[in-house]
C-alpha cells in the first residue's frame, strides 16, 4: 500500500506531500500505479524548482519521498508553487481512485 499524505498551512492551503511505501500492484519492475505515483511525485519536485523557481529540500530514500515549500515564499512564488501542488494532488487522487485498494491519500 502507498499512502499520501497532503500537507496544508492552518489556513488550509497546500505547503507539500509525502509518499510512503510501494504499492504492491504487481511484481517490482511492472507496476505501473507504483511508477505512475513516482513519476509524479518527481515531476512535482522538479516543476517546483524548474517552473515555480521555488528551491525545496525534497527528502528521498526508498519508498520515501517528501517535500514541503519553504517559509516565506513571494505571493508570486506560492502562487505558482499551488498550481504545481494542486495538479499534482489531483493526479494523485485519480490514481488512488483507480487503485483504492493500493494507494491512500489523507489531507
Do not use: W
Request: net charge positive.
Amino acid at each position: 500500500m502507498t499512502s499520501i499524505r497532503i500537507y496544508r498551512n492552518r489556513r488550509g492551503r497546500l505547503r507539500g506531500f509525502s509518499v510512503i511505501g510501494h504499492t504492491g500492484s504487481a511484481p517490482a519492475g511492472g507496476d505501473i500505479v507504483c511508477a505512475g505515483i513516482s513519476a509524479l511525485a518527481q515531476t512535482a519536485v522538479n516543476a517546483l524548482e524548474t517552473v515555480g523557481r521555488i528551491k525545496t529540500t525534497p527528502h528521498i530514500g526508498e519508498g520515501y519521498l517528501s517535500v514541503r515549500l519553504p517559509r516565506g515564499l513571494a505571493a508570486r512564488e506560492l502562487h505558482r508553487a499551488r498550481i504545481i501542488l494542486r495538479t499534482v494532488r489531483q493526479g494523485f487522487i485519480d490514481i488512488a481512485a483507480s487503485y483504492p485498494h493500493h494507494v491512500r491519500v489523507s489531507q
